[in-house]
């Protein structure tokens, strides 16, 4: 059926009408292009100025730091500086140790950083996640002892090799078990290690601050943290937990939290898909 309006002339109103609206139109769009445009250019100018603050941190700040550490080790290590007077050690340690948390949070920000953006390459290659876990405890042993907090490993029967990038993933699993010994001031950790058909699950329990509903969104993003967190641990950089879901999530894999409230204690878990090479 032939439609009844379609050789009705339209009027020189109308004609005006509806050139006015489409000329309206593109004006819309022209202004909405170079809306997009500026806003391209301010991001371009955003990140050219965030590479650049990245390459000093990387190449200036981190090597001043850095360059410090050192001096301060050598005069506490070097015998041909003479003896280190009583009351100078403790200060001398002192200065080491607050440059040492200083160039680890530069490397944390840094790593961050580039994982955020993509731009981290990882040297994925067959790795035993058993043998790495292991040997990431038997380093935190010390540090859990001085807070007199026990560790407890605990592996289920199976096979745990997975295709991924042993030192990255090792910072990881330590970054985990770093958090939880941080934030525990009594009672200890639980790490248990366990093997699906095709997942690996590690997960760390501990009985320390717990995550309060404030924090719960904060957890695993860059420099995270909640003011509970703040009074237990001053000294975290708050990039820990962004690092791990970061290498996680390049292997395909996720990372969650559970707690019950403030001091109830929390779990931490990272799982990993079993891809072979």
Same mark, same amino acid.
């Given at each position: 059926?032939?439609?009844?309006?379609?050789?009705?002339? &339209?009027?020189?109103?109308?004609?005006?009408?509806?050139?006015?609206?489409?000329?309206?139109?593109?004006?819309?769009?022209?202004?909405?292009?170079?809306?997009?445009?500026?806003?391209?250019?301010?991001?371009? *100018?955003?990140?050219?100025?965030?590479?650049?603050?990245?390459?000093?941190?990387?190449?200036? &700040?981190?090597?001043?730091?850095?360059?410090?550490?050192? *001096?301060?080790?050598?005069?506490?290590?070097?015998?041909?500086?003479?003896?280190?007077?009583?009351?100078?050690?403790?200060?001398?340690?002192?200065?080491?140790?607050?440059?040492?948390?200083?160039?680890?949070?530069?490397?944390?920000?840094? &790593?961050?950083?580039?994982?955020?953006?993509?731009?981290?390459?990882?040297?994925?290659?067959?790795?035993?996640?058993?043998?790495?876990?292991?040997?990431?405890?038997?380093?935190?042993?010390?540090?859990?002892?001085?807070?007199?907090?026990?560790?407890?490993?605990?592996?289920?029967?199976?096979?745990?090799?997975?295709?991924?990038?042993? $030192?990255?993933?090792?910072?990881?699993?330590?970054?985990? *078990?770093?958090?939880? &010994?941080?934030?525990?001031?009594?009672?200890?950790?639980?790490?248990?290690?366990?093997?699906?058909?095709?997942?690996?699950?590690?997960?760390?329990?501990?009985?320390?601050?717990?995550?309060?509903?404030?924090?719960?969104?904060?957890?695993?993003?860059?420099?995270?943290?909640?003011?509970? $967190?703040?009074?237990?641990?001053?000294?975290?950089?708050?990039?820990?937990?962004?690092?791990?879901?970061?290498?996680?999530?390049?292997?395909?894999?996720?990372?969650?939290?559970?707690?019950?409230?403030?001091?109830?204690?929390?779990?931490?878990?990272?799982?990993?898909?079993?891809?072979?090479?």
């Amino acid at each position: 059926m032939a439609d009844s309006n379609a050789n009705i002339p &339209i009027s020189s109103e109308e004609y005006k009408k509806v050139t006015e609206e489409l000329y309206k139109q593109n004006l819309e769009v022209v202004r909405l292009y170079k809306q997009v445009e500026d806003l391209n250019r301010e991001l371009e *100018i955003a990140n050219e100025g965030q590479a650049n603050l990245l390459h000093i941190i990387n190449h200036q &700040i981190k090597g001043y730091l850095a360059k410090a550490r050192n *001096i301060f080790s050598e005069l506490l290590s070097e015998p041909s500086y003479g003896p280190v007077s009583l009351a100078a050690q403790p200060m001398l340690e002192e200065g080491f140790n607050s440059l040492t948390e200083g160039v680890d949070f530069v490397t944390d920000f840094l &790593i961050a950083s580039n994982i955020e953006k993509g731009t981290f390459v990882y040297n994925m290659q067959s790795v035993d996640l058993k043998k790495l876990v292991t040997e990431v405890i038997e380093k935190e042993i010390e540090a859990a002892k001085e807070k007199g907090l026990s560790l407890d490993l605990r592996v289920a029967d199976g096979g745990y090799n997975i295709k991924g990038d042993a $030192s990255q993933l090792g910072q990881a699993v330590k970054n985990l *078990i770093d958090n939880s &010994i941080r934030y525990t001031l009594k009672g200890g950790l639980i790490i248990n290690l366990s093997r699906t058909d095709n997942k690996i699950l590690l997960a760390v329990k501990d009985t320390g601050m717990g995550i309060s509903d404030e924090l719960k969104p904060k957890l695993f993003t860059k420099g995270g943290r909640g003011k509970d $967190s703040l009074k237990v641990n001053v000294n975290s950089t708050g990039f820990g937990l962004s690092f791990v879901k970061g290498v996680v999530e390049a292997h395909q894999g996720r990372v969650w939290s559970d707690s019950a409230g403030p001091n109830q204690g929390s779990t931490f878990c990272m799982e990993l898909p079993v891809v072979l090479l």
